[in-house]
Nanobody, 124 residues
Framework: QVQLVESGGGLVQAGGSLSVSCAAS????????MAWFRQAPGKEREFVAG????????AYADSVKGRFTISRDNAKNTVYLQMNSLKPEDTAVYYC?????????????????WGQGTQVTVSS
């Protein structure tokens, strides 16, 4: 089972950029489809972006398409989320998730490994 640790969250003004990272333990990272989810206070956890094991396929929520970019470096066991043109509604705890399957799922229940989350706050 892979273990995940996020980093890089923080406070940024609307329109700004921020990058978050997720470091994974284990030698089988390249076998996992990875994703970022987020959860705002009082709301359900929602899919943000996902990337296939090779990085060849990505998927994004409509709300972040064109602003966020997911990428991975299998040599470093790390997945990244670059967030540009941030909006106050992007404020949430961002979670990294992994599943040992070739498909990018958008449902949190289909992921079986989670990080502890990192707070991203966008001020208006």
């Amino acid at each position: 089972q892979v273990q995940l640790v996020e980093s890089g969250g923080g406070l940024v003004q609307a329109g700004g950029s921020l990058s978050v990272s997720c470091a994974a333990s284990g030698r089988t990272f390249s076998s996992y489809t990875m994703a970022w989810f987020r959860q705002a206070p009082g709301k359900e956890r929602e899919f943000v972006a996902g990337i296939s094991w090779s990085g060849g396929r990505t998927a994004y929520a409509d709300s972040v398409k064109g602003r966020f970019t997911i990428s991975r470096d299998n040599a470093k066991n790390t997945v990244y989320l670059q967030m540009n043109s941030l909006k106050p509604e992007d404020t949430a705890v961002y979670y990294c998730a992994a599943r040992r399957d070739i498909t990018i799922a958008t449902t949190s229940a289909r992921y079986n490994a989670w990080g502890q989350g990192t707070q991203v706050t966008v001020s208006s």
